[in-house]
Each structure stands twice: as structure tokens, then as C-alpha cells.
């Protein structure tokens, strides 16, 4: 359970850019599927309420003398510890709820600032805007976004405490891999191992990819099925999770002592995470960060590279977005400045027809000064 400090700064936080706006009311809303990133972890972060079996929402007030209420999905069990709010309804009607709330709070004039609109079907946010008043109803995602950017010191060490679990993920892998062995075997022990270490989840697939033929690379959701073969590179991209956390990380892995073809192209990958990491500070631009890693790329193989990482947190991926401003019709995406505590991932990646895939990847806390790594996995060719 997350301390309740941590909660108390986070509302104090959410309700003074809440005042800030005009905003009297904030409808939370969250779905448990991954449509888009961020919409599982908004009702979790306010309230400590996973959402699992369906869509949830919390009323919260900018008024602190006012209860919140906390309308869960469809379990039907509800232990009070997951959440700390104690105005609890089960699944029902989310618009009807809602105006219930406004009317017993007297707030039916009020102005209603919704957060994971991209989470509801298009025909329920018609419906609350028709039936709350379209004049009284705004976006306010980015308040919610904005404020799960920047981590805590207690979201910190949760994610530093996941990097601890993956690198014994890592380190498994490492020692189960041989020639012969399925990739779909290797995933299945990294996941034992981090689960016996208290990795509480896996933020998305366990991708263990093997070989050079790009049509069973380029399927790496599905992989598995490909035995590894001597001298073989192989791809491990994961994540585990700690009080909800996440960490991202990836690692290229050879089947035997590494070529020096390998260990040259892995070289460059580490120079562009490094000139990453160099230029990400408070203030800087995150498409700065994503040059920094891009032009050390494409001087290497003059590809056009972008996209060179994201913010991670509740979500494998989450707020900022490292070079994804090409993407014009989303805010989310946005070119925006790092602050510090923002905690990032950079991850470079290259695929090469005599190699196959290659990849680093690791988190990074923004501070004033600079970046601060938060694993200590070694930066090399893992060997197994």
C-alpha cells in the first residue's frame, strides 16, 4: 500500500493546478486495457485502486472539505486497504453517479474537469457532457499527466527496487541460455525468477528474440518459438514491477563470447545513450535529448532514427515522451522540457541483416545538473 504521505502530496498537488484552472470538480476516469498508454494508472494514482475488471472513476473535489468518492469496476469484492478514499460505490452508471455526487455535494453548477477522456467510449463522454452541461465540462488529462511526470522519492526507489528484481531477471537468462533452449523457455524462467524476487507483474511482454530473419523479429510479441543456435545474438526487452512500478530494460545477449562486429556495434548504441544521457537536464527540450542519441545513430548508419525513449512509472510508458513530437495529433506526445525527477528511459536500438536486433536499454532520473542512472546492470554484451 502506498504510504498516505504520498498521497496527501499528491492531492495537494493535483488540487492546486485544479484552482489554478478553475476547476471544481475532477472526474478520474481509467480503464484496466491498454488501449493507450497512461489510463490504468490515473485512478490508481490518486486513490491506490487498481483498475482490473473493468472502467473506474473517482470524483475528486478541489474543495479538501469535501470526500472524494471512488466508483470501482465490476469485482465483486472491494478489501478497503487498496484504496484510502472511504466514499466507495460499486460498478454502476458513471454519469449517473456523478450527478448524484454534484447534487449532494450542491456542486451542479460547478466546473467538471475530466482526466483519461481517451479512456471512455466516445458515446459516454457525449453523454456527460450532454448531461452535466457541455459549458461546464473540459479536458484536463494534462493535470493528471503533468503531475505523475515528475516522481516522488518514493516513487523512486519503487523503481529502483524493480531494476533490482530485473537484474536478477537478467543475470537468469544469462545462465539459462544455450544452444537448443526456446526462447519461449527463457522468457518462462526470467518471469519465474523475478517472480520468486517479488516482481508483482511484467508491464508488457517478455520479449526474448533471437536470430537475423527480420519477419520473426518483427513479430516480437509472439515470439518463442525459435530455438537459439551457437553464436547466435538474442534480444531481452522487459519490465517488472514493485508497488506498482515499473522499469524497462533491455540487454543484447550472445551465445558465446561476442564477435567483434557485436561488441563494435554495441559500442555505438552505448555512445548514444551516453550523449542522451549527457544532454538530458532540467530545461532541455526532450527532442534534445532524442538528437543527442539520433545523430550518434545516423553518423554510425545514416538511418533516420526518433523516438529515442519515454517517462516510466505506473505505466512501462508513460509522460514525457523522448522524440515522439513527430506524432502531431496527440498531446501527449508533445515536445516538452524535462523537469527534475522526471525519470526517463533511453533506448537505443538498431537492426543489422548480419547481426539481427541490438538494443540498450535503462531509466534515468532528471535532475538540475544532470541524469542519474537507477540500475546498476552492467553496460555491456551480456554473455551467456
Known amino acids: 500500500m502506498t504510504p498516505q504521505n504520498e498521497f496527501s ?24 486495457g491498454s488501449i493507450r498508454f497512461g489510463q490504468r494508472g490515473h485512478v490508481m494514482y490518486i486513490s491506490g485502486y487498481e483498475p482490473y475488471f473493468g472502467n473506474t472513476m473517482v470524483v475528486l473535489p478541489c474543495d479538501e472539505n469535501l470526500s472524494p468518492l471512488l466508483e470501482i469496476d465490476a469485482a465483486d469484492y472491494f ?60 479536458v484536463a488529462s494534462d ?52 517472480r520468486k524476487a517479488g516482481s508483482q507483474g511484467f508491464p508488457h511482454h517478455t520479449m526474448v528474440t533471437s536470430g537475423k530473419n527480420p519477419s520473426h523479429l518483427n513479430w516480437w510479441w509472439y515470439c518463442g518459438k525459435r530455438k537459439l543456435k551457437q553464436r547466435d545474438t538474442w534480444l531481452l526487452d522487459f519490465g517488472t514491477m514493485y508497488n506498482g512500478y515499473c522499469c524497462d530494460i533491455s540487454r543484447p545477449f550472445t551465445l558465446g563470447t561476442p564477435s567483434r562486429k557485436q561488441k563494435k556495434v554495441f559500442q555505438v548504441l552505448l555512445q548514444a545513450q551516453e550523449a542522451a544521457q549527457k544532454t538530458a537536464r532540467e530545461g532541455v527540450l526532450a527532442s534534445e535529448v532524442d538528437s543527442a542519441a539520433s545523430d550518434v545513430l545516423k553518423e554510425a548508419w545514416r538511418d533516420d532514427w526518433w523516438g529515442i525513449g519515454h517517462g516510466v512509472g505506473l505505466e512501462v510508458h508513460e509522460w514525457p515522451f523522448i522524440g515522439y513530437q513527430r506524432i502531431l495529433d496527440d498531446k501527449a506526445y508533445r515536445d516538452r522540457r524535462l523537469e527534475a525527477n522526471m525519470v526517463i528511459s533511453i533506448e537505443p536500438a538498431v537492426y543489422l541483416p548480419e547481426l539481427g536486433d541490438m538494443q540498450i536499454e535503462d531509466q534515468f532520473r532528471v535532475s538540475k545538473t544532470g541524469c542519474e542512472r537507477l540500475n546498476d546492470i552492467p553496460t555491456e554484451i551480456m554473455e551467456s
Open 9 to 32: 502530496r499528491r492531492l495537494k498537488n493535483v488540487r492546486a493546478k485544479m484552482k489554478d484552472r478553475g476547476i471544481d470538480v475532477l472526474v478520474i476516469y481509467s480503464a484496466p
Open 79 to 138: 478489501p478497503p486497504e487498496c484504496a484510502w478514499i472511504e466514499n466507495v460505490k460499486p460498478a454502476g452508471d458513471h454519469v449517473q453517479t456523478l450527478k448524484e455526487y454534484l447534487r449532494e455535494t450542491k456542486l451542479e453548477k460547478s466546473r467538471v474537469g475530466v482526466v483519461g477522456e481517451y479512456s471512455m467510449s466516445p458515446s459516454l463522454y457525449a453523454r456527460l457532457r450532454r448531461e452535466i452541461g457541455k459549458s461546464q465540462v473540459e
Open 143 to 194: 493535470i493528471l499527466e503533468s503531475e505523475r511526470a515528475v516522481k516522488s522519492e518514493y516513487e523512486i526507489q519503487c523503481i529502483k527496487e524493480a531494476s533490482k528484481i530485473a537484474k536478477k531477471g537478467i543475470e537468469a537468462a544469462a545462465k539459462f541460455a544455450r544452444a537448443g533452449v526456446l526462447e519461449a523457455e527463457i522468457v518462462g524462467e526470467i518471469e519465474r525468477v523475478c
